[in-house]
């Protein structure tokens, strides 16, 4: 038994499909098709049902899925304790955050952490929304800093709390006749061409239909000309006046090109964004604990 093996057989059960798993790791389905017959002669026993399409786990490939994810867990976190133990770190921490977040006082906060933790390893992953909950959920990260456009604090076992609520702005080009406005309403954006800046990189997501409901309570449905969860791209298009969009304060208070852009304020009830901080609850790794004490203080450093 290798981890090779544990990895593949997790990664059909949860895809149901030998293919798939063998896309995740770009490798032959030949070749996870040999290591999961393996780890099954190693086993003595049949983990899949191969006579359904999908596959799915036997009763002992639904038992040992547990322990197959519960080793590999040990293994990659006795693997970092082994690297922190030779490079002289004494832990690390995993922090994703939502795309364009990375304007944000964030990098105030992780400094202001690392200098009093200079031994523990910051590493950082920019993600949408729904692969940042996904994951969070499957323990990829320690925390993550990111709009609950997935409703990831009703998923049991995650703690999260308020971290700020952005204000949301108006992203229009410099010639658009709403651009010499102090302030704007969303009902003053019927039939703009709207530039989505999607919190999901899939779409009709919970994210979707809450956004969506605030055009349905301004009167309207929105003409959506175009979505992504990147905000360069959409600033590119707005400064190229293909349309406009609606973005949180923090993704245009810092640009380093902001040629033909204009940053109008949205007012209105509601019109905010919450940005929240979440993690496992059963998470025991001492630097998250070190920095959620620093994220708690009374006089934060952001």
């Not at 009763?59 to 990659?76: H, N, P, Q, T």
């Not at 994703?96 to 990098?107: A, I």
């Not at 692969?131 to 076992?157: C, K, M, P």
Request: glycine fraction near 6%; aromatic fraction near 10%.
């Amino acid at each position: 038994m290798n981890r090779n093996q544990l990895r593949y057989f997790v990664s059909a059960a949860e895809h149901r499909s030998f293919t798939k798993a063998a896309e995740q790791y770009y490798i032959s389905q030949t070749a996870v098709t040999q290591q999961i017959q393996q780890l099954e002669q190693t086993l003595g026993c049949e983990l899949f049902d191969r006579s359904t399409r999908p596959v799915s786990l036997t009763s002992a490939g639904k038992s040992f899925l547990l322990d197959a994810k519960a080793i590999l867990e040990r293994m990659s976190r006795a693997q970092e304790r082994v690297h922190d133990a030779a490079t002289g770190l004494t832990g690390t921490l995993r922090v994703g955050y939502v795309r364009g977040y990375e304007r944000s006082d964030l990098s105030v906060l992780m400094r202001h952490f690392h200098q009093k933790n200079g031994n523990v390893l910051i590493s950082f992953y920019r993600c949408s929304t729904d692969v940042l909950a996904a994951g969070l959920l499957h323990q990829e990260y320690d925390i993550v800093f990111t709009w609950d456009s997935t409703n990831l604090r009703t998923q049991e076992g995650v703690t999260f709390q308020t971290v700020e609520k952005a204000r949301l702005v108006v992203a229009l080009y410099a010639g658009h006749p709403l651009a010499q406005r102090r302030q704007l309403t969303r009902q003053e954006l019927r039939g703009e061409n709207i530039l989505y800046m999607s919190p999901d990189a899939a779409p009709d997501s919970y994210g979707d239909a809450f956004f969506m409901q605030r055009y349905a309570e301004a009167g309207y449905k929105p003409n959506i000309l175009f979505r992504s969860a990147d905000t360069e791209s959409i600033l590119m298009m707005v400064a190229a006046e293909e349309g406009i969009s609606l973005l949180p304060d923090y993704c245009t208070d810092r640009l380093y090109n902001a040629d033909n852009l204009v940053f109008v304020p949205l007012v209105g009830e509601g019109e905010e964004e919450e940005i929240i901080a979440a993690w496992q609850s059963g998470n025991q790794n001492p630097a998250l604990g070190r920095f959620l004490a620093e994220l708690n203080q009374k006089d934060p450093p952001y």
